[in-house]
């Protein structure tokens, strides 16, 4: 599902979309495609890491890439060996920190990626009882048919 907002920005059109994917399979990393952009970034990201079956620690991440290229990766509080379950909420602007009741908050770099891309999320360690859940994702970018000629 996808829904987008417009603004008017220096006579450019800067749009706003924001997805909401479903999970991967379990032990595998989600990818996001961005696509039709001149240029877009990541506002913000909410997900689910369940390590509760899992033989080993995993550690939250979101990455944007520009092609198959990484362009930045931000990275969460390690899970513990089985039991262990995080909702990770990441954003431009908040601190990397934890609450009483399992969320992670991861901040963002406020970084544009330059043309198509994607992003992937889900953890990094781990093992093959690692779950990542949906994703809502938020980004912000300017489309090809909008960017203002010079």
Do not use: H
Not at 13 to 38: D, W
Not at 102 to 124: A, D, E, H, K, N
């Amino acid at each position: 599902m996808m829904r987008a907002g417009y603004a008017r920005f220096e006579g450019s059109i800067v749009e706003q979309q924001i997805y909401t994917l479903n999970a991967p399979a379990v032990g595998a990393i989600g990818v996001a495609p961005i696509t039709g952009f001149a240029w877009w970034y990541v506002v913000a990201a909410f997900f689910n890491v369940d390590n509760s079956g899992g033989l080993a620690t995993a550690t939250p991440n979101l990455t944007a890439n520009q092609g198959s290229t990484g362009v930045w990766s931000a990275s969460g509080l390690g899970l513990g060996i089985g039991g262990a379950n995080s909702i990770v909420q990441m954003g431009i602007g908040i601190n990397l920190g934890t609450d009483n009741i399992g969320r992670q908050y991861i901040p963002l770099p406020m970084c544009p990626v330059v043309g198509q891309g994607s992003v992937t999320w889900g953890w990094s360690d781990g093992d093959a009882n690692t779950l990542a859940g949906n994703l809502t994702l938020v980004i912000v970018g300017e489309r090809y048919e909008n960017k203002r000629e010079s």
